[in-house]
């Protein structure tokens, strides 16, 4: 009871509300510029931080200058190369001893050679981002510096956005943060005592259990070994009953074969028996089968002759309609010629009348003509 009331205490806290520069700074998202002094300050940050950036690429560029001039222009171009011949000669004077002088003057044209490839740079964002996803680079000490800038940066920003209110409030909620876990503290202290508690007597509950089960499997070997004399008693009664089953039964077999011989013979008798009379049965009923079958062969050979002479004539019926349909067939022809001749004879026939009619107006037509030309 007393574990579930400081679970129950330690799960349920009292609600503490959160201030809203606690929230600024728990969701960076919430975290927006709200003045233009703090804007400016931002982005002078931002743009040191792509400077930096830049300058950390810049060593890998020039290494593989042919490769991105390209991309790069000629102007970025022409200036890496200046800013490689300024690093050269820088080289070589760090390693010769020299003016102190040409060091100074050389280390003022780099500075002036960077902050020009920066300038040109920084006026084509979108070549900058392109080659820093494209550009691989070991990891060195400038990634460390450039990732503490950008902590810088984000600090700068939270103390930019907290005002003096917001600053107050941030330190009670962290002040009550702290009471909370020290509280929380102090009951996973005591939970871990009666947890020990819990342990140990768990732990007598195992042993006292352990020894109870070490009884039983003493009882247990005990009992097996009143079961092995036992079992061993049954199978000797068990043998003893098996071995009069045993004589009865042979004696019980003894008699069922008698009486199997003895029904044996009962049987070879009745089947001689049988088939004596099964004998006498079938010539009886072969003889009657014997007379049906002379009756039906005699009445077969009549059905025979009587179906000859039927396809006889059936055949010769069909002789005589093939015939018949012939000469139908031929009449019909016969008729259809006539019919065409016919109508060749009255189709001429006519003709020769209208050439005949025609023929003799054609001479009356002539003849009067004639006679208008004498007058």
Not at 93 to 117: E, F, Y
Request: aromatic residues 4%; proline residues 3%; charged residues 35%.
């Amino acid at each position: 009871m007393k574990q579930r009331t400081l679970l129950k205490g330690m799960a349920a806290p009292r609600k503490v509300g959160i201030p809203l520069s606690v929230m600024k700074v728990l969701d960076p998202r919430q975290l927006k510029p709200d003045s233009t002094e703090t804007e400016r300050i931002l982005t002078v940050l931002d743009e040191t931080i792509v400077k930096l950036e830049i300058t950390r690429l810049i060593p890998r560029i020039i290494g593989s200058l042919d490769r991105y001039a390209r991309m790069l222009g000629p102007e970025i171009t022409s200036g890496l190369l200046e800013h490689q011949k300024l690093s050269m000669e820088i080289q070589h004077l760090l390693t010769s001893p020299g003016d102190a002088k040409s060091m100074r003057a050389a280390v003022q044209h780099m500075k002036c050679s960077l902050r020009n490839i920066l300038r040109l740079f920084l006026a084509n964002p979108l070549l900058y981002h392109g080659l820093k996803y494209e550009i691989w680079v070991r990891e060195s000490p400038a990634d460390v510096f450039i990732k503490a800038f950008m902590e810088f940066r984000d600090f700068m920003l939270e103390r930019l956005l907290t005002t003096p209110d917001e600053e107050k409030e941030m330190i009670e909620f962290m002040n009550e943060i702290s009471l909370q876990v020290e509280k929380n503290t102090e009951i996973i202290s005591a939970l871990q005592g009666e947890l020990a508690g819990v342990i140990q007597t768990r732990d007598e509950e195992v042993s006292r259990k352990d020894k109870t089960i070490e009884k039983l499997k003493t009882s247990m070997e005990d009992l097996a070994k009143n079961c092995k004399a036992d079992i061993r008693l049954i199978m000797e009664e068990g043998e003893k009953q098996q071995k009069e089953d045993k004589e009865a039964s042979q004696e019980r077999c003894a008699r069922l074969k008698q009486d199997i011989q003895h029904l044996g013979t009962q049987f070879s008798a009745l089947v001689l028996e049988h088939r004596a009379s099964e004998l006498v049965l079938r010539k009886t009923t072969y003889e009657e089968v014997q007379a049906v079958y002379k009756e039906e062969k005699e009445q077969l050979s009549l059905l025979m002759e009587k179906h000859a002479m039927l396809l006889q004539e059936y055949t010769q019926i069909e002789e005589e309609r093939k015939m018949l349909k012939e000469k139908e067939e031929e009449a019909a022809k016969e008729e259809a010629r006539r019919n065409n001749a016919a109508t060749c004879i009255q189709a001429f026939w006519k003709g020769y009348l209208v050439r005949s009619i025609y023929k003799s107006k054609l001479k009356k037509g002539k003849g009067k003509g004639k006679g208008k030309g004498k007058k």
